[in-house]
């Protein structure tokens, strides 16, 4: 069946980094777009950035933007974001989301989502 | 930027209630709008694209409606797994914000 799993989230100090990692499988990863959404604990969700299929554009939050990266291996199935210098603001758990296809058309929404990884930044 | 505004932000219901969540867009985002169900501890659920297609394997009690700026999820007729929180997104343009969420809790 349809699966994503997180990997990679942890404690860590202001300022320092993390790869985090998305493994796909069930579906065809490469025909796909892919997203990073986060939430804050307690809070709502906020979109992240996000990685056409072939990984050629890239699309970020104003908040990261300069911080993140996100980026892809369509031949391993998987999806990375790339945080550093990060912030206690950025503490979160970090989710990756495929596109939402109906047919062959992009309807913008999120139809499969993993179950997430925490990244926690304290000193 | 696109914001999202949601209301109420927070709801108390019964089981049975036909209840009503409205999203609104900051500026025209045609129907590219989804709604998502979220539980305690779990991720989002896909439940409704392009503002008022369910998404399959969804329970037919939830509808949602609207274009341009205005938006509604409805639950017809609330059953006790349907206590949940639950968000809009527009993905007309990124970034792709969420609303800030409605939690619907048992009256």
């Known amino acids: 069946q349809v699966q994503l799993v997180e990997s990679g989230g942890g404690l860590v100090k202001p300022g320092e980094s993390l790869r985090l990692s998305c493994a796909a499988s069930?579906?065809?990863?490469?025909?796909?777009?892919m997203n990073w959404i986060r939430q804050a604990p307690g809070k709502g969700l906020e979109w992240v950035a996000h990685?056409?299929?072939?990984?050629?554009?890239?699309y970020y939050a104003d908040s990261v933007k300069g911080r993140f990266t996100i980026s892809r291996d369509n031949a391993k199935n998987s999806l990375f974001l790339q945080v550093n210098t990060l912030r206690a603001d950025d503490t979160a758990v970090y989710y990756c989301?495929?596109?939402?296809?109906?047919?062959?058309?992009?309807?913008?929404?999120?139809?499969?989502w993993g179950q997430g990884t925490l990244v926690a930044v304290s000193s | 930027d696109i914001q999202m505004t949601q209301s109420p932000s927070s709801l108390s219901a019964s089981v049975g209630d036909r209840v009503t969540i409205t999203c609104r867009a900051s500026?025209?985002?045609?129907?590219?709008l989804s709604w998502y169900q979220q539980k305690p501890g779990r991720a989002p659920k896909l439940l409704i694209f392009?503002?008022?297609n369910l998404q399959s394997g969804v329970p037919s009690r939830f509808s949602g409606s609207g274009s341009g700026t205005d938006f509604t999820l409805t639950i017809s007729s609330l059953q006790p797994e349907d206590f949940a929180s639950y968000y809009c997104?527009?993905?007309?343009?990124?970034?792709?914000?969420f609303g800030q969420g409605t939690r619907l809790e048992i009256k």
């Open positions: 989301a495929r596109d939402h296809l109906e047919g062959d058309v992009v309807t913008g929404a999120l139809d499969c």
């Open positions: 069930g579906f065809s990863f490469s025909y796909y777009s």
């Open positions: 990685i056409t299929a072939s990984g050629y554009d890239r």
């Open positions: 500026q025209n985002i045609d129907n590219y």
């Open positions: 392009a503002a008022s």
């Open positions: 997104q527009q993905s007309y343009s990124t970034p792709n914000n």
